[in-house]
Nanobody, 123 residues
Framework: QVQLVESGGGLVQTGGSLRLSCAAS????????MGWYRQAPGKQRELVAI???????NYADSVKGRFTISGENAENTVYLQMNSLKPEDTAAYYC?????????????????WGQGTQVTVSS
């Protein structure tokens, strides 16, 4: 089992910035990639950004140039720096981690979600 703890959401005006963080903890696991998804009311959950253990990144077109994802491998932590925020960025943001867990002598794939943190951008 892997636990995720998120922080950093809040209320900000259009054009403002927020930084989200997500820390993964547990026993005997290695991270394949971590990322952020978001879900606005009445909409499907969508990918925002991901970062692999090799630090490759991928972003949704809607956030390219405004959001930056980064990670601290040693601390199993991922950050999302969000700049130039827009009202359409308002959503619950969820941390996601894809891992390989060692169960006895077997490698098992796992995937976990954080509890979500609310980001609200006022116009």
């Amino acid at each position: 089992q892997v636990q995720l703890v998120e922080s950093g959401g809040g209320l900000v005006q259009t054009g403002g910035s927020l930084r989200l963080s997500c820390a993964a903890s547990g026993r005997r696991f290695s991270i394949n990639y971590m990322g952020w998804y978001r879900q606005a009311p009445g909409k499907q959950r969508e990918l925002v950004a991901i970062i692999t253990s090799g630090r490759s990144t991928n972003y949704a077109d809607s956030v390219k140039g405004r959001f930056t994802i980064s990670g601290e491998n040693a601390e199993n932590t991922v950050y999302l720096q969000m700049n130039s925020l827009k009202p359409e960025d308002t959503a619950a943001y969820y941390c996601y981690v894809d891992v390989t867990e060692r169960v006895v002598s077997t490698a098992v794939h796992g995937a976990y979600w954080g509890q979500g943190t609310q980001v609200t951008v006022s116009s």
